[in-house]
C-alpha cells in the first residue's frame, strides 16, 4: 500500500465525520481498508518468520523454519 491510499483512506475518514460518504465512497473505504489489514498482516507474518530463538543447548532455531512459513495470518 502506498502514501497515496493511505492519504486517501484518511481522507475518506475526516468526510464520513464531517459530512458523511456516498455509496460509492463506503465502498472504497471499505476495500481500502481491506487492503490496508491484508498488507499489516503480510509484513507481521514476514517479522514473525524472521525471528531466531537462541536454546538453551545454544543451538539457534528460527521460528519461520519451525513453524512452516505460513504467508497469512487467520
Same mark, same amino acid.
Given at each position: %500500500?502506498?502514501? +497515496?491510499? =493511505? /492519504?486517501?483512506?484518511?481522507?475518506? $475518514?475526516? !468526510?464520513?465525520?464531517? +459530512?458523511?460518504? *456516498?455509496? +460509492?465512497?463506503k @465502498? +472504497?473505504?471499505?476495500?481500502?481498508? @481491506?487492503? $490496508? ?7 507481521? *507474518?514476514?517479522?514473525?518468520?524472521? =525471528?531466531? %530463538? ?7 532455531e528460527?521460528?519461520? /523454519? @519451525? $513453524?512452516?512459513k !505460513?504467508?497469512?495470518?487467520?
Amino acid at each position: %500500500m502506498n502514501q +497515496e491510499q =493511505i /492519504d486517501r483512506i484518511n481522507a475518506l $475518514y475526516r !468526510k464520513s465525520k464531517a +459530512e458523511g460518504l *456516498t455509496e +460509492e465512497e463506503k @465502498k +472504497e473505504q471499505a476495500l481500502l481498508r @481491506k487492503q $490496508y489489514v491484508a498488507d499489516v498482516k503480510k509484513n507481521l *507474518t514476514a517479522q514473525l518468520n524472521n =525471528i531466531d %530463538m537462541v536454546n538453551p543447548d545454544g543451538s539457534v532455531e528460527n521460528l519461520g /523454519d @519451525k $513453524y512452516g512459513k !505460513k504467508t497469512g495470518l487467520s
